[in-house]
């Protein structure tokens, strides 16, 4: 009787096992890339966030986090870069073996060649090293407003700066390694500033052979150690012809670079405002490809959607290309988790990050 219970309790425990595995499998198959992106957490909000990693992050069965550094890290190669409020390495690696635990795959983000600024402030690059700036001519205002006369959003690097990528690919290379990951998100999103007509180096170039050799210098710089690079879509869709308008796609001509980077790079492609096709767009191209939602849970569940069916519905060829999905929160930790968490003020049109991660990813895990 006792060996006859026994072997019960292991064919029910293999059940379960089983299940599980089955149910994770399935949803490898749907959605192999289930990410999350967010800033890096201040130290004092370190652990709520290994907390939030290992608790929700995980019972939604997220598999990829970008976390969104910049230079909110303690750099050993490039002190001067180190901003305030900075991660040590220890913290580092808390956030490293809580994303082993639930294997979860971390994907470091510094923003590269736009998004040097933000406001009326250069960032830590651009205050250590103004002479990398493309556009050194337009100052920095008081008060920042938008639209100005400078058409300023955000500076931006000079990609032919001799100098630069000595810098940037040193602490792409020490963020890799402290959190032992074979990817780098390098943004390139929202580039305004780019082959500026009073830049010494690259005035009346190409603007698309500009940002292409740029993607294509950074690709480069990381396949020697084995990493990929993930980027942004927007600055490879035509503005223009699409409609998209210059925030989600390209007015200064840089679209045209889609054809001209490597093939290998993963596109992250953002719309939060409609559910527009462009993931299918860079498919074609070659590309793998994630659609990233923000705020609108309902809209995220039909990206879902189209995304699933694309799995489904394509090709051999093109199938692989269709990678998942991306919960992008464009705030600190604090402000989110607050949120999510029930201690923020709810949003009056719930349009929230959290909101809509909560309602994406519980219409993710009805699919198992």
């Not at 955000?154 to 040193?170: A, L």
């Not at 780098?184 to 010494?200: I, N, Q, R, S, T």
């Not at 052979?209 to 950074?218: G, M, P, Q, R, S």
Request: charged share 20%.
């Amino acid at each position: 009787m006792i060996n006859y219970v026994k072997k019960v309790l292991a064919f029910i425990s293999f059940l379960f096992i089983f299940i599980r595995v089955s149910s994770q499998s399935k949803l490898d198959s749907l959605l192999p890339i289930r990410g999350f992106c967010i800033a890096a957490p201040h130290p004092s909000t370190l652990d709520s966030f290994v907390n939030f990693i290992n608790t929700e992050l995980a019972s939604c069965k997220v598999n990829t986090l970008v976390i969104r550094f910049d230079y909110n890290y303690q750099y050993e190669s490039h002190p001067e870069l180190t901003d305030t409020l900075a991660l040590s390495k220890d913290d580092m690696k808390k956030i490293v073996q809580a994303c082993k635990q639930n294997n979860i795959r971390i994907i470091p983000q510094i923003n590269l060649l736009g998004h040097q600024s933000w406001a009326n402030r250069p960032n830590k690059l651009l205050k250590a090293y103004p002479q990398f700036d493309e556009t050194p001519q337009v100052l920095m205002p008081e008060k920042y407003v938008w639209p100005n006369s400078d058409n300023l959003y955000c500076k931006s690097y000079c990609p032919m700066h001799p100098e630069v990528h000595k810098v940037v690919f040193d602490v792409i290379d020490e963020i890799c390694d402290v959190l032992e990951t074979n990817a780098f998100h390098a943004g390139m999103d929202e580039v305004f500033y780019l082959g500026d007509d009073k830049c010494p180096r690259c005035a009346g170039r190409d603007k698309a052979v500009l940002f292409a050799n740029e993607v294509t210098e950074i690709r480069n710089h990381l396949a020697e150690k084995n990493r990929e690079l993930w980027i942004w879509g927007d600055r490879l869709l035509d503005g223009k012809e699409t409609g998209l308008g210059m925030w989600e796609a390209s007015f200064n001509n840089t679209h045209r670079a889609v054809d001209m980077i490597p093939k290998d790079v993963m596109i992250c492609d953002w719309h939060y405002e409609r559910a527009d096709k462009t993931a299918v767009y860079f498919a074609m191209k070659g590309f793998r490809v994630i659609t990233c939602p923000y705020r609108n849970g309902a809209l995220a569940q039909i990206q879902v959607n189209d995304m699933i069916n694309w799995r489904m519905q394509s090709s051999g060829e093109m199938k692989d290309r269709f990678q998942g999905m991306m919960q992008t929160v464009w705030s600190g930790v604090s402000p989110f988790l607050d949120g999510y968490f029930g201690k923020a003020n709810p949003s009056t049109d719930g349009l929230s990050a959290w909101n809509c991660f909560t309602s994406m990813y519980y219409y993710i895990g009805k699919l198992k």
